[in-house]
């Protein structure tokens, strides 16, 4: 059998294959944040597509850290009917799937929640918004808010957690230094910069228990002067190794940068080209033994096999061509190895932005035809 489709776990976790399906803001849920019809199913054709393991659009885990329209919540007890409805439909299916929990900071829509936008730091973000340092009142809120959103997430029967510390959210703010300028225990050197990412894990473990699976994605670096470096990045993970995670994603940049992955444009038409995170790849697998999810320009079979089977990574993680294929585990299992048609456009984002919901809009021109 292909490395690619042994069964294996991740903890408690049992897995029919090494594709996860990586977090990808949907726009599906309602404006109170709760699971839909449509957001079920979606992530219920992920499942029958034999995706190992799908993990949610980031779901914020307070009405201020909301980042985008039609965002999914986890923020409070009125949530867990949807929740639960959208594990059914992903059970029902005999697929597995977790929730990812994440905080905007900086990025909050505040046009959307009416509430103050806080960070690591003051200043202003991109749309002018005034940003307020958090106090140490508000990180330890915070905390809590992500050890409450992960019991939930656990009540409501996900498989797992991820807890989003990459792309230059709250927890990836506080470990960058161009967006962490404290002056206190929460900046400044890199073990004061990892303090609240470390609370934040803690404070999950002990509210879900020994043995829920909790993963965390962290950025490769932030491809950007004087921001989270990749050297940094393995000190980070050493100490995520140490405080007991069970596994961790790999992906980089944020909307500072230019390089944030998800919408990262232009065709990878060699595989050559694929592969964002390649050799911070290597250097984590150099380094750590927590198991390592990649995700980032991976488009070809040949590429995926040759990462686990090299191990360079242990899991393989999607994004963009599952919105256009939600069944290309299968197709690639049952024998079909083209390569995804997903042709990195970005153009999968537009209806979401516009309050309809993430889909491939080349792929219903073509069925239109």
Request: charged letters at 25%; aromatic letters at 6%; proline letters at 3%.
């Amino acid at each position: 059998m292909a490395k690619l489709f042994e069964s294996t776990n991740i903890k408690s976790l049992n897995l029919g294959n090494r594709f996860i399906r990586s977090a990808t803001w949907e726009g599906m849920a309602d404006d109170c944040g709760a699971c839909t019809p449509e957001l079920a199913d979606f992530f219920c054709k992920l499942a029958q597509g034999e995706v190992g393991l799908i993990i949610t659009g980031h779901a914020y885990v307070n009405k201020a850290g909301q980042a985008r329209l039609r965002q999914l919540g986890a923020d409070n007890d009125s949530l867990l009917p949807g929740l639960e409805k959208m594990v059914k439909s992903v059970h029902d299916n005999c697929g597995k799937i977790a929730l990812q929990l994440s905080h905007a900071g900086c990025y909050a829509a505040s046009e959307i929640t009416g509430l103050d936008v806080y960070a690591p730091s003051s200043g202003e973000n991109e749309t002018g918004q005034i940003i307020r340092e958090m106090t140490h009142e508000q990180i330890r809120k915070v905390v809590a808010d992500f050890s409450e959103s992960a019991a939930r997430a656990q009540k409501a029967g996900f498989d797992a957690i991820q807890i989003h510390a990459a792309h230059g959210y709250l927890l990836s703010q506080f470990l960058s230094p161009t967006h962490n300028r404290r002056k206190d225990d929460y900046g400044g050197e890199l073990e004061n910069r990892a303090r609240i990412l470390l609370e934040v894990v803690k404070s999950v473990r002990q509210a879900v228990g020994p043995e829920y699976p909790i993963l965390i994605k962290i950025n490769s670096e932030d491809f950007q002067e004087g921001g989270f470096t990749k050297e940094e990045m393995i000190q980070v993970a050493i100490s995520l190794e140490k405080a007991g995670v069970d596994a961790i994603e790999l992906s980089g940049g944020n909307r500072d940068s230019g390089r944030f992955v998800p919408f990262r444009p232009g065709r990878l038409d060699n595989e050559a080209d694929e592969v964002y995170y390649r050799e911070a790849a290597r250097h984590y697998k150099d380094k750590i033994n927590v198991p390592l999810i990649l995700v980032g320009g991976i488009r070809s079979y040949s590429v995926a096999e040759m990462l686990v089977t090299e191990r360079l990574t242990d899991y393989v993680s999607l994004s963009r061509p599952l919105v256009r294929e939600p069944d290309l585990v299968q197709r690639w299992r049952s024998g079909d190895k083209r390569k995804a048609t997903c042709i990195s456009c970005n153009l999968c984002y537009k209806p979401a932005l516009e309050g309809k919901g993430i889909r491939c809009v080349v792929e219903e021109a073509l069925k239109s035809k």
